[in-house]
Nanobody, 120 residues
Framework: QVQLAESGGGSVQAGGSLRLSCTAS????????MAWFRQVPGKEREKVAT???????TYTDSVKGRFTISRDNAKHTLNLQMNNLKPEDTAMYYC??????????????WSQGTQVTVSS
């Protein structure tokens, strides 16, 4: 059974940095596409960044140049380094896993979520 356990997050002032980590278990981690999503209450969930099993990455426009997604297949971890944070980055952040990146939005496999709060 796929399990995703998240750590990191917290509160920071605008311009600061945070790092999120997600540890996966229960499946062949290196073959899956992994992603970070975020959600603000009352708004749709947003896909922030993805990394497929070949290391190819995508980012939503608002975080390009500020966020970096990475994965360690040996340690079964997914990371999101967030720099130059802005108040609009405030959200609950989740990691997700799927066999194909195109399936992520409908994935059954999600972490518990961690709150990121950026104050101005």
């Amino acid at each position: 059974q796929v399990q995703l356990a998240e750590s990191g997050g917290g509160s920071v002032q605008a311009g600061g940095s945070l790092r999120l980590s997600c540890t996966a278990s229960g499946y062949t981690y290196r073959t899956y596409c992994m992603a970070w999503f975020r959600q603000v209450p009352g708004k749709e969930r947003e896909k922030v960044a993805t990394m497929d099993n070949n290391g190819a990455t995508t980012y939503t426009d608002s975080v390009k140049g500020r966020f970096t997604i990475s994965r360690d297949n040996a340690k079964h971890t997914l990371n999101l380094q967030m720099n130059n944070l802005k108040p609009e980055d405030t959200a609950m952040y989740y990691c997700a896993a799927e066999v194909f990146c195109s399936w992520l939005e409908n994935s059954k496999y999600w972490s518990q979520g961690t709150q990121v709060t950026v104050s101005s």
